[in-house]
């Protein structure tokens, strides 16, 4: 995982549900590239197309309410998605990112669409040009460990193969 | 000295488990259906488990899009139907069983004390038998086939009460939108509700669940009813296993305590495109419909079919209405009664016990700019059809307005 990340910020409000993140329909499938294709499809249909990998987006409050479906943070991430910032999410949503390898954290940041950020995620701080560095809620420990492992499969491969040497 | 929750968790981690900890804790049943169990499955290959932790522990229902509706939905499902018997999965519910929060309480996995844990956000109806119950996304469902195990941060608790008596033509649904109009979308959001008050006691097992199930409307980690003489009615003859009903105890710390009077509550609908967004049906009375559809999770269970069908009974229906009962067994109870029978003399269409439109995939979606009044527990922009627009209600709202083609009071048909 990238330490800091530093993008161009995309800006939604707050209880953007899962149902527009990405439409029930395109559910049934594998291809991370439809998710990605169909991203935030219900609230800005020509988001997918103008999303550049490294984007960060930073939203209101109850990001990523409704359903568990995980193909939520995965159309985020397959999309280019580096970072979401929201003043809070979801639960579901919150871990299922976290799972999936997709950074968040929770902060309530000042800063405009096309604005360049930097999430400092290991001190839980972001930084805006000319607006100053904001505090948010540094996610603890085991989750970092998660995502910088790549997500919780991998987190778990690592996890397998330690007990596996220690077997041996 | 705990809330429900509290309590739970303590038991399930092994140690003594307050509001904030994280643990890890056993989970005790864990439920994936067709649609998050594909990528729950992918993810568990991936993590290069053999076995899963106990094949008897893990319930899959094919609910979601059930029968398929095209190839790849097919052949998805062909791969986790090989997955299952790979895995010697023995609780392994086909296409018309029903929807996994009615298949999974009327096969006694929804127990109180319980903790179970569902790839699927509605998950938290099994609180309605005293069970913490919550939905997760497929890969930390992968985890727990692969260790049994989850971690949590243990939910603050918000207590609930309501005091009085529902009026005549307002239901659990009512009530439940109610509530989500009074607490927000968010206003539970990380937190357990805890359900108590005349009101509740007097809900049916089917009530409880409607109410238990839109916890997640407001944002809820759980909803929880404690367990009493109605719930142990229910489960006799059905439990998976022997269970512990838990209770909080009298000196358990709530971050909130709240209480309404059932007595206030007229018959409600949630308008687009937000769960919260709640009215009177008074307030819209004589919105055109064009569709409307009783099933759901929420509202499919025979009690639900009854109400329709005790308003639409010699009858027709203006518009077209889908009914889908939320399991073969409510199907067959309502056939048994004479419930089907009249609704389908009033004209409604039946679909296979399942999902059906509400996730908007197939059996009844809505086209550009139309209406649907549904018994369902979303209506978020774009989850029925793009374009359309869902006003939810209870199945006496619903029943009444697929009469006249336009919203309606239940109180006056």
């Known amino acids: 995982m990238e330490n800091p990340i530093k993008g161009r910020v995309w800006i939604f409000g707050a209880d953007i549900d899962t149902d527009v993140i990405i439409p029930g329909k395109y559910l049934r499938t594998k291809d991370m590239q439809v998710f990605a294709s169909h991203a935030m499809e219900g609230i800005d249909p020509e988001f997918a197309k103008n999303v550049k990998a490294g984007d960060i987006i930073v939203a209101g409050n109850n990001f990523g309410c409704g359903s568990s479906r995980e193909q939520a943070p995965l159309a985020l991430k397959y999309a280019g998605v580096a970072c979401v910032v929201a003043k809070s999410f979801a639960r579901i949503f919150f871990r299922n990112a976290i799972n999936v390898g997709l950074p968040l954290m929770e902060a309530d940041v000042e800063c405009q669409e096309g604005d360049e950020i930097e999430v400092d995620l290991l001190n839980g701080e972001v930084s805006v040009q000319d607006k100053g560095t904001f505090e948010g809620n540094k996610l603890p420990d085991f989750l970092l460990e998660i995502l910088t492992d790549g997500g919780l499969v991998a987190h778990r491969k690592k996890l397998q193969s330690q007990e596996m040497k220690k077997e041996n | ?413």
Request: aromatic residues 8%.
């Open chain 2, 1 to 413: 000295m705990g809330t429900i929750s509290e309590k739970i968790f303590s038991r399930a981690a092994g140690t003594e488990a307050k509001a904030n900890d994280f643990v890890l804790a056993d989970v005790d049943y864990a439920m994936a259906h067709d649609g998050t169990s594909v990528l729950a499955v992918n993810a568990f290959k991936e993590m290069e488990v053999e076995k899963v932790w106990d094949p008897e522990r893990i319930v899959i229902p094919f609910d979601h899009i059930a029968p398929a509706n095209n190839e790849t939905a097919a052949s998805l499902q062909h791969e986790i139907r090989d997955w299952i018997k790979e895995q010697q999965i023995p609780n392994f519910y086909e296409v018309g069983e029903g929807i996994c929060h009615q298949v999974l309480p009327e096969n006694g996995f929804a127990l109180p004390g319980k903790l179970v844990v569902g790839a699927d956000s509605h998950s938290c109806t099994y609180g309605a038998f005293g069970a913490f119950a919550t939905g997760v996304g497929a890969t930390d469902m992968a985890e727990i086939f692969a260790t049994g195990k989850l971690w949590f941060r243990v939910p603050e608790s918000i207590r609930m009460t309501v005091e009085g008596e529902l009026g005549e033509g307002v239901y659990a649904k009512d009530l439940t939108l109610y509530l989500i109009g009074k607490t927000g979308i968010a206003g539970a959001t990380y937190k357990a509700v805890e359900f108590y008050g005349p009101a509740i006691s007097r809900l049916s097992v089917s009530g409880r669940m409607t109410l238990c199930n839109m916890a997640i409307e407001m944002g809820a980690k759980s909803g929880i009813v404690p367990p009493d003489g109605k719930t142990f009615e229910f489960l006799k003859n059905r439990e998976a296993e022997p269970f512990d009903p838990v209770y909080a105890d009298p000196a358990a710390e709530y971050a909130q305590e709240v209480c309404y009077d059932a007595g206030d509550i007229e018959p409600q609908l949630a308008c687009p495109h937000q769960v919260d967004n709640v009215k009177p049906v008074g307030e819209l009375e004589g919105t055109h419909v064009d569709q409307v559809f009783i099933g759901t999770c929420t509202n499919g269970r025979l009690e639900d079919l009854e109400v329709a069908a005790g308003i639409l009974k010699g009858k027709k229906v203006a518009v077209r209405t889908i009914v889908i009962p939320a399991s073969r067994s409510t199907l067959l109870a309502a056939i048994e009664n004479g419930t089907m029978q009249t609704l389908l003399k009033a004209g409604v269409t039946l679909s296979t016990p399942g999902c059906g439109p509400c996730l908007g995939a197939h059996q009844g979606v809505l086209g550009e700019g139309e209406v649907c009044v549904s018994t369902a527990n979303r209506n978020f922009r774009g989850r029925m059809g793009k374009g359309g627009f869902i006003y939810l209600a209870s199945p006496a709202t619903a029943a009444a307005s697929a009469l006249s083609g336009e919203i309606t009071d239940p109180r006056k048909v």
